[in-house]
């Protein structure tokens, strides 16, 4: 059997593991193992523990659990209603005002917080109900929401974003960067497709036409308590960026900061608060720590089987035109993004494709954006459709199937996007090279 083609048998026996149910780690230590111990036998598995260990002990490593703290803190308290009520009173008498409220709002949250299912649950929490109360229809209620949170894996500081960044040692600082710009213009064509799906809906036109007037006091009230935590933002922003501390001190600080402020101005003050914040912590962090030190053990398996070299070795051969490789690259992570998370696809896909990226002169910031964009679709697609099933668990008399054709439209925009970002690559590029040469 050629590494071609056991690479193939294992890349099948990988996808019915995942899709058995299996935790992913487990399943790729299971791939991994087997595989070995087949082709190479026993001897080979001695170096697996040093492998995961040498992985796990990167210092690099310690921004993760420290900005999922950051947005556990930050999504366990009202930040998220807060963020919403402020923009919904801005935007009241806007046309499509009350959808246009909810994506800004899980943009700016999303900047906050960095997780997707985060964002979907606070903002879909405060703004759905009250949408649909008012006329909203029900898709385009829950679909701005449910696509909205997608944008916690793309605007920074985005959990995906330094996944990536281990994966294919680039800067972390410029992925951050390269998130910026595209995900601000997504926000701005959610809130363009809200605006203009309203103007042609003359029964939305007929629920937003006696808008409630707010006082000036009353749309400045909850910014009070929402500005420290943007605040965080910006001092992530120029502490990184300004080249004053590492990613993990940025993290560490900012993890801080957001408890600090959930403490003092939210009053999560019980031990009980704390170990929620910190339960979820562990939670998450241990999950993605052991799918990446799987995941390494994974990579080492597929190198040392010589699949991944071979593998790359022959699309290059296949002299392809670069956008048919592009564009055949980008469907195979569509579907991919149906089925598995965007930590699997990242840690499994990338050692591959990173050297036929680099043979074929495509930038790795630019690919990095595109693959975000590529994930974020994977998140309101079924069967997987994370985003999907924690939006249904907020508003569970929402049916799924309204929830799904909701956010469909938005698919679509992701989609143009993507093929936009194929023309103009300096949407992503620009910013991290204007910042950091």
């Known amino acids: 059997m050629s590494e071609l083609q056991l690479g193939a048998t294992i890349l099948a026996i990988t996808l019915f593991v995942l899709f058995s149910g299996l935790p992913i780690a487990w399943g790729l ?23 995961m260990i040498d992985e796990l002990s990167s210092f690099s490593l310690l921004t993760i659990p420290l900005f999922i703290l950051l947005g556990a803190a930050v999504g366990s308290s009202n930040a998220g209603k807060d963020i919403y009520e402020s923009l919904h009173r801005w935007l009241d008498r806007l046309p499509g005002g009350l959808v246009i409220a909810n994506i800004l709002a899980c943009g700016i949250f999303s900047g906050i917080c960095g997780s997707s299912p985060a964002t979907a649950a606070a903002i879909g929490k405060a703004g759905v109900p009250e949408m649909i109360k008012r006329g909203v229809p029900v898709r385009l209620a829950t679909g701005s929401v449910c696509a909205g949170g997608t944008l916690g894996i793309l605007i920074p500081p985005s959990i995906t974003m330094i996944l990536y960044g281990l994966t294919t040692e680039t800067s972390i600082g410029r992925l951050f960067l390269a998130g910026v710009i595209p995900g601000i213009l997504l926000v701005l064509l959610f809130a363009a497709y809200a605006w203009f799906t309203t103007l042609l809906s003359a029964k939305n036109t007929a629920a937003e036409s006696a808008p409630t007037y707010y006082t000036l006091r009353q749309k400045t009230e909850g910014l009070g308590r929402v500005m420290p935590f943007v605040i965080i933002v910006i001092a992530i922003a120029y502490a990184m960026y300004g080249g004053i501390a590492t990613p993990s001190e940025v993290a560490a600080l900012s993890a801080a900061m957001a408890l600090l402020l959930v403490y003092v101005i939210y009053r999560e003050r019980s031990l009980a608060d704390q170990w929620r914040i910190f339960r979820e912590t562990m939670r998450e962090s241990s999950m993605i720590l052991m799918i990446i030190g799987a995941a390494a053990v994974f990579s080492y398996m597929m190198s040392l089987l010589y699949v991944t070299q071979a593998t790359a070795e022959w699309l290059v051969a296949l002299q392809l035109n670069r956008w048919v490789l592009m564009s055949a690259i980008f469907v195979f992570l569509l579907i991919a993004g149906c ?99």
């Open 29 to 51: 230590i299971l791939v991994s193992v087997g595989a070995l111990v087949i082709v190479k036998g026993t001897a080979s598995l001695a170096n697996i523990p040093l492998v």
């Open 339 to 437: 089925f598995l998370p965007p930590v699997a696809i990242i840690l499994m896909i990338m050692p591959v494709l990173t050297p036929v990226l680099e043979a074929n002169d495509f930038d790795l910031i630019w690919f990095a954006v595109l693959l975000t964009i590529n994930m974020e679709i994977g998140l309101i697609t079924p069967p997987v459709g994370l985003n999907l099933f924690v939006l249904k668990g907020v508003v569970p008399h929402v049916s799924i199937k309204d929830i799904l054709m909701g956010s469909m439209p938005f698919v679509v925009i992701m989609i143009v996007f993507s093929v936009i970002m194929a023309i103009f690559p300096e949407i992503a590029t620009w910013l991290p090279s204007k910042a950091m040469g």
